[in-house]
């Protein structure tokens, strides 16, 4: 026994993760714990400085990577996770933002803010846990569950069409794109390594299986038979057109990186747009001041102003 | 009079919000009274009838929005109709006689009527109507120092534009009646 | 350190504009917001500013972004604003309950308009005030300034950038179309004779720190993002070290504290203003654009031989329970005025319940109250047996 635990305290994610809150809540077979290392190991990779990285998460059990990674982390409400971390990236702009959440999460209730988030070209990274289904809340249907698939609200089959999500992303203007599934772990630890070290808005789908719900309603076996089942089915081709390799319940998982541009940032183009402005105005408050300074009798009674203590 | 209550009417394009401005900033700012400044806001204020308003007082203004005024400036007909029963009794209506053509029968309001769009567009510059007027109604009401509000003009208008600003407001504060 | 950086001398400024400077003057760098009728000046006036001091602007996509993101700037360093009116403070209630529980510092401006829904967007109201102080789910302390001029729009935007920094949590400014349409004499003071209160960073090591370890003043010292502490900051209930605990004790320790920081604080935070108070039969209550029609209507009630008093709320949340309830004692009765049907008179009403009288002059807004209407209810009240 206690071997066993000089064992894990010798673990090398040890100074990535909270130790002191492990074990994780997370159900056996889950992907999410391979996806979690594959983040620590990706930012490894990168040599960032750790203490300039920061963790945003949403809702869900995705949503709950925040609360184990040793990092500035925050844990936010659903689906506002990305201009949360839009914040925190304006306001200091020497940290690395990383949003770590889910596909309801992202794709749902926060889907306008991803895809503006995207438009923008924000330089912030999102890795999107995509498991088909909504797990924290007992597994209802998510815009990503596939035609046909089971889940609690669709006990009939889902008839709705469900996204694709790198399609989307692309589209909508990001600079990096790339999705793999929780099998290819070393291929996704690099691709995050690759999207920490690139600026704009690098968006990272991770399939992975989720074996209580997902598995459980459609009849797909253990956490692992879903991974042997990814494994099996995925094609690696990043020439492919993100918008044409939607996910479905038996097709090929296409995956690879398929954007990988540098169209430049938001804050660099509002660094370009305002310099002339900013040069010009350097003086505003001196000027407007000034203007008005005669006027500014410093005996004059103050109404405004209050003692606050 | 310790409160007055001022409300500026046309139609957009006119200055009615700028000529507010002037007038508050001059009294608050140079003559050391209170002014407050509101304005139409929303679809009606975007194109035809716009108005704006000011309330003047010795002390602090209390109420500052205008149910009732004074003083009416209608630079428009449309905005004399919409606004000219706001007048009090014994209120001043000033208008430019050439855009206000048809007037209710006033029996217990002063009138002022002065051809401002005509002067100004003799000046050459069309949009200096509302400061022509601007100098009339301060000649003839006297709520507002000329010094004020040249004062006042020199901070509002393009530095290019000063010196036209100025001659049209002492042009319109001299207009004698024709 | 942030460039203290500002405008001064006396400016003829529209309300919205003098909220803008009067955030600059307190040091805020980062505003997100969304376009919305009245206040959209406010972010007009940012977006032209952040820029000239260094500082960020973002319009968002919505309300519930903007309300998000000035919580993310936040734990960056940044003192954050947002500018909106009633149906966006509607969307940004999800998020303004987890400013509150992450305690988080920021300052989110309502200039209130006719209401509910759509209702009058170019017009005014004051019928937010319950949702200002109860719009997110849970129990939260919470704190609301009520300026109602221009002047006092600068001023208490300083304050509630000071309150949201001193208590840690997102401050309300709520006023209204009126006062932020209108254009009056602001006078901005040079920069020495501001109080500016800036948050108070921890000074532990990163080791030892603890993120939600409170001090006596039951505000926990901060830390932002980047500085090394790689701390957890989470909506769920959590512990002093900010992990999610979902037992009964922790709720307790952790909601409590959220409210007794306001109410412990509360001497400190509160702010009237009193006319002629000391010998009063009858009080009125007010705040914001309201307060503006109460004094002709004083006068007015004093001319008719009533011997009333005036107190102006500038704070409206926290409720000053206190002063209403010693003042009951003293006079036959309140009457408030509020441009809603019934809001914070029930405050009144509750602090006075045992004493003394209440008596409520309502309108629905896009208007405002007849002075008679004032002059009639303070008679009434005042000659009640």
């Known amino acids: 026994m206690s071997n066993k ?238 918008t044409q390799i939607p996910l479905t319940m038996d097709d090929e998982i296409v995956c690879g990186e398929f954007v990988n541009r540098e169209d430049p940032t938001f804050w660099e183009n509002v660094q370009n747009g305002i310099k002339d402005q900013v040069e010009k105005n350097a003086d505003w408050e001196k000027i407007q001041s000034e203007k008005n300074k005669r006027l500014y009798k410093k005996t004059l009674k103050y109404e405004g102003s209050r003692d606050i203590g | 009079m310790d409160k007055l209550r001022v409300k500026i009417s046309g139609y957009g394009g006119q200055g009615i919000i700028l000529s507010s401005y002037i007038v508050g900033k001059a009294v608050s700012i140079y003559d050391g009274k209170s002014a407050t400044m509101t304005q139409a806001y929303g679809p009606e204020a975007r194109g035809g009838a716009c108005s704006s308003q000011v309330v003047i007082d010795k002390g602090q203004v209390d109420y500052p929005l205008v149910d009732s005024a004074e003083v009416l400036v209608a630079l428009s007909q449309e ?40 002067i100004a567009e003799n000046m050459g510059k069309k949009i200096v109507a509302n400061i022509v007027m601007l100098g009339y109604v301060t000649a003839q009401t006297k709520f507002v120092t000329p010094k004020a509000m040249e004062a006042a003009i020199r901070g509002s208008v393009p530095q290019k534009y000063v010196d036209l600003n100025i001659k049209a407001f002492t042009t319109g504060y001299k207009y004698k009646k024709e | 350190m942030i460039k203290k950086s500002k405008l001064r001398g006396e400016f003829f400024m529209q309300g919205d504009i003098a909220c803008a400077e009067g955030a600059i003057a307190a040091g805020c760098r980062f505003f997100g917001g969304y376009p919305i009728t009245p206040a959209s000046e406010i972010a007009e006036r940012m977006a032209y500013r952040l820029p000239l001091v260094d500082g960020a602007f973002i319009q968002y996509e919505d309300e519930i972004a903007s309300m998000a993101g000035i919580i993310g700037a936040s734990w960056a360093g ?82 509630a950038f000071n309150y949201a920094e001193k208590y840690r949590l997102p401050v309300f400014v709520v006023t209204d179309a009126v006062v932020g349409h209108m254009t009056e004499k602001v006078v901005i003071p040079p920069v020495e004779e501001l109080d500016i209160i800036d948050r108070k960073y921890t000074n532990k090591k990163p080791a030892d720190y603890r993120p939600y370890d409170p001090d006596d003043d039951l505000i926990p010292p901060f830390a932002k993002a980047g500085d090394g502490y790689r701390y957890h900051s989470t909506g769920l209930t959590h512990d002093e070290r900010g992990y999610p605990v979902m037992s009964e004790e922790c709720q307790r320790r952790c909601a409590k504290r959220l ?31 309201s307060s503006r029609t109460v004094i002709p209507a004083m006068e007015k009630a004093k001319e008719k031989g009533v011997k009333v008093g005036f107190l102006r709320l500038v704070t409206v949340w926290p409720f000053p329970e206190k002063q209403i309830r010693e003042l009951s004692k003293q006079i036959k009765g309140f009457v408030v005025v509020e441009l809603n049907l019934g809001q914070v008179v029930l405050e009144v009403e509750r602090c006075a319940a045992k004493h003394a009288e209440t008596k409520l002059v309502g309108h629905p807004g896009g208007g405002m109250h007849k002075m008679d209407d004032i002059v009639n209810a303070i008679l009434e009240v005042a000659n009640e047996q």
């Open chain 1, 5 to 242: 635990k000089q064992h894990i305290l010798e673990h090398p994610m040890d100074d990535l993760l909270r130790m002191d809150r492990i074990p994780h809540i997370w159900c056996p077979g889950c992907g999410l714990g391979s996806d979690v290392a594959a983040f620590a190991d990706g930012l490894k990779r990168a040599e960032v400085d750790f203490d300039k990285v920061a963790v945003v998460s949403g809702i869900g059990c995705t949503g709950r990577v925040a609360g184990y990674i040793k990092l500035d982390s925050y844990h936010t409400t659903h689906g506002r996770a990305i201009p949360f971390a839009t914040g925190l990236k304006l306001a200091n702009r020497d940290l690395t933002v990383v949003v770590f959440s889910g596909d309801g999460d992202l794709f749902a209730i926060g889907g306008n803010h991803l895809i503006h988030a995207a438009r923008r070209n924000l330089d912030i990274n999102v890795i999107c846990v995509n498991n088909f289904i909504y797990g924290m809340t007992g597994g209802q249907n998510a815009p990503t569950t596939p035609l046909g698939a089971y889940s609690s609200t669709a006990p009939f089959g889902n008839y709705e069409a469900p996204f694709n999500l790198v399609g989307i992303t692309a589209a909508a203007g990001a600079n990096y794109v790339a999705r793999w599934t929780t099998v290819q772990a070393r291929r996704l630890s690099q691709s995050i390594a690759t999207a920490a070290k690139k600026k704009g808005f690098c968006f990272i789908e991770v399939v992975s299986p989720c074996a209580t719900v997902f598995a459980r309603k459609n009849k797909g076996g253990t956490g692992l038979d879903l991974m042997k089942e990814f494994r099996n089915r995925t094609v690696i081709d990043h020439k492919a057109d993100p």
């Open chain 2, 79 to 118: 905005g004399y109709d919409k606004f000219f029963h706001i007048l009090n009794k014994g209120g001043v209506l000033f208008y430019d006689k050439d855009l206000v053509t048809e007037l209710k029968d006033h029996t217990d309001v002063v009138e002022k009527a002065i051809p401002a769009t005509r």
């Open chain 3, 78 to 159: 940044a003192k954050p604003m947002t500018a909106t009116s009633g149906p966006g403070i509607s969307l940004m209630n999800e998020n303004i309950g987890l400013g509150m529980m992450m305690e988080t510092p920021c300052v989110v401006i309502n200039v209130q308009r006719g209401s509910p829904s759509t209702g009058l967007p170019t017009s005014w109201g004051q019928a937010d005030m319950m949702q200002a102080r109860w719009g997110s789910h849970g129990d939260y302390g919470s704190i609301s300034l009520s300026p109602n001029s221009p002047q006092e729009f600068f001023d208490l935007t300083i304050v």
């Open chain 3, 259 to 289: 409210v007794d920081k306001i109410k412990k604080n509360a001497d400190d935070i509160i702010i009237t203003e009193e006319h002629d108070i000391e010998d009063a039969d009858v009080v009125v209550v007010s705040y914001g654009i």
